[in-house]
Nanobody
């Protein structure tokens, strides 16, 4: 089955940059997947911040648009989230997720596979 492992979190000062990586394995070659980065701050709902859709587009949440960039190295099966101009409100646990796509939108939170998460703290 699909396994996702995030890395790259840590602490950074406001205005700084950080890149998160998500290494995936176990994908079926005959299945298309939605891929995404989500985050959840303490006491808050989980939110989708960057989604790689079934047709290769990137949907970026308004809260991070212009600061965060999603890239997908398909050969290495790694999903990257480049985060620039970080703000204290970006502090959260960041999760990588994948969901088999059978039609419809990738914009939802009910993804089937999740990584363990990586903490990002901006001070």
């Amino acid at each position: 089955h699909v396994q996702l492992v995030e890395s790259g979190g840590g602490s950074v000062q406001a205005g700084g940059s950080m890149r998160l990586s998500c290494a995936g394995s176990g994908f079926r070659s005959t299945t298309t997947y939605c891929l995404g980065w989500f985050r959840q701050a303490a006491g808050e709902e989980r939110e989708a911040i960057a989604i790689s859709t079934f047709d290769g587009r990137s949907d970026i949440a308004d809260s991070v648009k212009g600061r965060f960039t999603l890239t997908h190295d398909r050969a290495k099966k790694i999903l990257y989230l480049q985060m620039n101009m970080l703000k204290p409100e970006d502090t959260a646990m960041y999760y990588c997720a994948a969901d088999p796509w059978y039609g419809g939108t990738c914009q939802h939170n009910e993804y089937m596979y999740w990584g363990q998460g990586t903490q990002v703290t901006v001070s």
